[in-house]
Nanobody, 126 residues
Framework: QLQLVESGGGLVQPGGSLRLSCSTS????????IGWFRQAPGKEREGVSC????????YYADSVKGRFTISRDNAKNTVYLQMNSLKPEDTAVYYC???????????????????WGKGTLVTVSS
């Protein structure tokens, strides 16, 4: 069973930065993708970013391009999401999710992801 644990959420002022971490374990396949999704109250869960294990191919939602950066540290089995220039509309619970094989992650489609973390809350407010 694949396990994902998010950390790094918190309260930050508009224009500030946060780095989220997704610690992974139990992966036996050499091909998988790790993505970040978020869900604000009353809204659909949406894809934020994704990175593949084999080729490092990335996906970013249009709303975060130029502000967020996803990266991997394979030695630590950890995926990061560096979030800069944060806006109030970025406020949401951020989830880390894994796709063992498929294309959902790189399309920002949450329904196709196979495993999920419990989420970490990011609040952008003055």
């Amino acid at each position: 069973q694949l396990q994902l644990v998010e950390s790094g959420g918190g309260l930050v002022q508009p224009g500030g930065s946060l780095r989220l971490s997704c610690s992974t374990s139990g992966f036996t396949s050499d091909y998988y993708s790790i993505g970040w999704f978020r869900q604000a109250p009353g809204k659909e869960r949406e894809g934020v970013s994704c990175i593949s294990s084999k080729f490092g191919v990335t996906y970013y939602a249009d709303s975060v391009k130029g502000r967020f950066t996803i990266s991997r540290d394979n030695a630590k089995n950890t995926v990061y999401l560096q979030m800069n220039s944060l806006k109030p509309e970025d406020t949401a619970v951020y989830y880390c999710a894994a796709e063992t094989y498929g294309s959902s992650c790189h399309r920002g489609v949450y329904s196709g992801m196979d495993y999920w973390g419990k989420g970490t809350l990011v609040t952008v407010s003055s």
